[in-house]
């Protein structure tokens, strides 16, 4: 046979069947050569090959019959467009933000509050409830507070965002270009190895290296999520890989449950050692400055701090070794793999030794700005400038450190909203409203402070932010320890710790606890469980030990 003339169909035409498998006829005019008509009937998957009918199946009766029965019901399926991801809010936490903020609207305002400081306070609730529910980052939800006081008169624009022109939000921001160099150079990451190299060949040792290497760091990097995140977690992790504890294999108790507990929960304490060491211990300094009327400076906050700080620093890694232990005691191989990384990374590079004579020129500043009469954001300033120009640190990462320019958004919006809560005295009636009720049990100053400090400390179960929880409470808190007879600076400084000290209970309440929660050592319960324990060590050393030393340094 020559040739072969498929069907006398005019047009290709799909005829489903009972099976729902069109019969495609071929077109008389689609005619074979004598080659590819052999290689199509001999193989039948050809014919599909040839006819480029996608996934069909073919069914050879005579060669003179062919019967083609496609799969799909054409060539090219058809391709469905693909809706983008919603970029948006998310819907449940908004709404529970902006019902906050309405039903508190509609309440009367209770006698003693003015009309125009309630309905600033449903404003400040409900951006309170964004920030702990987030329903967008935590810059967008404050900036949408400051819209909603303007768009309801109840703050002038000029008041909304009065706080941009504070000195402490800056502070924070410009902290965070400077903590970028620190990590962008390598020089974070030389000094903690140091320490492990030095100290780290049993896991006690290895833990406590860490953890000093840590605090050491504290002063000079603002954001514990940095700390932990961009320099101590990828180490920690390492040192338990070379050590063999790893995650899902049942190893994990080997050493890095214990390491990444322990790393974890004396991140909240190196964070109350000093005003830099975390982002909201200026706004605690700033609300303080607006109630008492008296300013916290860098000296001040790590003088009263040291010692406790130092004590909980030596007894938590301890006391979870003791009650959470390692199943291995020792670990070798981790000074050989801090000394291989040190090797590896050589000596100190032109920046990194840039970036330390950086550190000492304005931890320095820091320390002894009071005498020279320069105030920390002018040393801040100063020392980003030498970044810069040496090109440590290029104003494009600046402008890309997003965290910072997030963090100066919503600390200016708390600090903004807190302050004229002040000013409209919705904070001194409440004040007036709990010394009524605690002052009514008749108790000494010290135990109407130690209820307020466990109710302060605790309620933060309910926090996944300790800046929302500082511009929620500390202000009135404070007024109150204060209306009771506690010493206004003591107190201030007491809650400051606390504020830090409390992010430890919960997997969420502070930036370095999903950090180092996430690396999945440390399962939830025990999480909890243990941070619980923690919390009760600390607000013993802190209240204990270091009420003895503030009576000895004078704070009251």
């Not at 860490?210 to 940095?226: D, G, H, R, Y």
């Not at 975390?278 to 706004?283: D, Q």
């Not at 400038?385 to 919006?413: H, M, N, P």
Request: net charge positive; glycine share 10%.
């Amino acid at each position: 046979m020559s040739s072969l003339a498929l069907t006398s169909a005019v047009n290709l035409r799909l005829r489903p069947t009972r099976s729902q498998n069109p019969r495609i006829s071929i077109p008389q005019s689609l005619q074979f050569t004598q080659t590819s008509q052999k290689t199509a009937f001999n193989n039948p998957i050809n014919l599909g090959k040839f006819l480029n009918l996608g996934k069909i199946s073919i069914l050879v009766k005579s060669r003179k019959r062919v019967i083609v029965k496609a799969s799909a019901a054409s060539s090219s399926p058809a391709i469905v467009p693909q809706q983008p991801p919603w970029q948006g809010a998310a819907m449940k936490p908004l709404i529970a933000s902006i019902a906050t903020g309405v039903i508190l609207w509609f309440i009367p305002a209770p006698t003693g509050v003015t009309r125009n400081a309630w309905q600033l306070l449903a404003i400040f609730l409900a951006t309170i409830v964004g920030i702990i529910t987030q329903p967008l980052p935590l810059g967008a939800v404050a900036l949408m507070g400051l819209g909603a006081c303007v768009l309801t008169k109840t703050l002038t624009f000029a008041a909304a965002f009065s706080a941009f022109g504070d000195p402490i939000p800056w502070l924070i921001a410009l902290a965070f270009f400077f903590a970028r160099g620190f990590i962008k150079t390598g020089l974070g990451n030389r000094i903690a190895y140091q320490f492990v190299k030095l100290f780290g060949s049993s896991s006690l040792g290895l833990g406590y290296s860490l953890v000093f290497s840590e605090a050491l760091l504290a002063p000079a990097i603002p954001s514990v999520s940095a700390r932990a995140g961009g320099i101590f977690l990828p180490l920690v992790k390492s040192l338990c890989v070379a050590c063999g504890s790893n995650t899902g294999d049942g190893t994990e108790n080997k050493l890095g449950s214990w390491l990444m507990l322990t790393c974890f929960q004396t991140s909240v304490i190196s964070s109350s050692m000093f005003l830099t060491a975390m982002a909201a211990n200026p706004l605690s300094a700033n609300l303080t400055l607006s109630t008492i009327h008296q300013t916290i400076g860098w000296m001040d906050w790590a003088k009263a701090a040291i010692v406790p700080g130092l004590v909980s620093l030596i007894v938590v890694p301890l006391l979870l070794y003791i009650i959470y232990p390692p199943t291995v005691k020792s670990s070798p191989d981790a000074p050989r793999l801090a000394k291989e990384k040190l090797e590896k990374m050589g000596p100190m590079s032109k920046n990194e030794i840039i970036m330390a004579g950086t550190l000492v020129l304005t931890v320095g500043l820091w320390v002894f700005g009071g005498t020279l009469k320069v105030d920390a954001v002018t040393a801040a300033i100063l020392g980003l400038s030498v970044l810069l120009v040496t090109g440590v640190v290029t104003w494009k990462e600046c402008l890309g450190e997003a965290v910072a320019w997030d963090t100066l958004t919503w600390f200016a919006a708390l600090i903004a909203m807190a302050g004229y809560l002040n000013k409209y005295g919705l904070i001194s009636w409440f004040s007036e409203t709990v010394v009524k009720v605690v002052g009514g049990l008749g108790l000494s100053w010290q135990l109407s402070f130690g209820i307020l400090v466990l109710l302060y400390f605790y309620s933060h179960y309910f926090f996944a932010s300790g800046a929302a929880h500082i511009g929620a409470m500390f202000t009135a808190f404070l007024s109150v320890a204060s209306a009771l007879g506690t010493p206004p600076y003591l107190g201030a400084l007491v809650l400051s710790f606390l504020s830090n000290l409390m992010g430890g209970i919960t997997h969420y309440g502070i930036g370095s606890a999903p950090v180092f929660y996430g690396a999945n050592y440390v399962p939830l319960a025990k999480w909890w469980g243990y941070g619980f324990v923690c919390s009760i060590v600390n607000l013993i050393i802190w209240l204990g030990v270091g009420g003895i030393w503030w009576k000895a340094i004078g704070l009251w």
